[in-house]
């Protein structure tokens, strides 16, 4: 069956303008995830959703960032005013849930990523 | 704070031969952990999932063993292949929901 998609796969920028990355989870899957890679660094943890909703967002770098997902399946991220230390892989993971509490499997699957490119 | 720590940074060993990447954490509340491999321009792909429970996971030459108490799970590698070579990342999904990433090990398995 069709995995997680994102779209665009390559975007370059100007530094301050807005930018929006899109994230098509399996069908089904109630958990969605963003992450972000960048140079040499490791995958960091930036927001999830499980349905519609987003109960922690604390993990977004900045105000200038900023996810939705409408109706319990495809997720965009929004960067305002883009600066340089922007740059990087943006990832989106599904599973069937975010918790292990209510089914016992919850494994992500992830989408190929958007590299990101602020000049 | 949970923290995730991977050893080595970086591996290389002749193709054949078995091996073993480690995971620490700091924090042993965790939900499950989660071993992936990261290729070059691609995105992750999963490769084994345990659960808090578990103690240990296999799929054909990969095995992926739990030991929460201790805070630590390794990843076995059985008889090498060139096509091992990869990045490989744990990651942990705590009580809060958020998933901690290490680092990663870079594997390079010299034909």
């Known amino acids: 069956g069709a995995g997680v998609s994102q779209s665009p796969s390559n975007k370059v920028t100007e530094k301050g303008k807005d930018v929006e990355l899109r994230c098509d989870p399996i069908?089904?899957?109630?958990?969605l995830y963003w992450y972000r890679q960048s140079l040499g660094q490791g995958l960091e943890f930036l927001i999830y959703?499980?349905?519609?909703?987003?109960?922690?967002k604390s993990g977004l770098p900045s105000d200038r960032f900023s996810a939705e997902r409408t109706g319990g399946s495809v997720s965009t991220l929004t960067i305002q005013r883009t600066q340089q230390e922007d740059s990087a892989v943006y990832l989106c993971?599904?599973?069937?849930?975010?918790?292990?509490?209510?089914?016992?499997?919850?494994?992500?699957?992830f989408g190929p990523g958007t590299r990101l490119t602020v000049l | 704070k949970q923290e995730v720590t991977q050893i080595p940074a970086a591996l290389s060993v002749p193709e054949g031969e078995n091996l073993v990447l480690n995971c620490s954490f700091t924090d042993s509340a965790i939900y499950n952990l989660q071993w992936f491999r990261q290729d070059p321009g691609k995105g992750l792909t999963s490769l084994l999932l345990?659960?808090?429970?578990?103690r240990e996971q296999t799929s054909g030459r990969l095995n992926a063993s739990l030991d929460k108490s201790s805070g630590r799970s390794t990843l076995y590698i059985a008889a090498s292949q060139p096509g091992d070579s990869a990045t490989y990342l744990c990651a942990v999904q705590d009580r809060d929901d958020k998933i901690i990433f290490g680092k990663g090990t870079r594997l390079h398995i010299l034909p």
């Open positions: 959703f499980q349905g519609n909703s987003a109960p922690d």
């Open positions: 069908s089904g899957h109630t958990a």
């Open positions: 345990i659960q808090s429970s578990q």
């Open positions: 993971a599904s599973s069937l849930a975010a918790t292990s509490g209510a089914l016992p499997n919850n494994e992500q699957f």
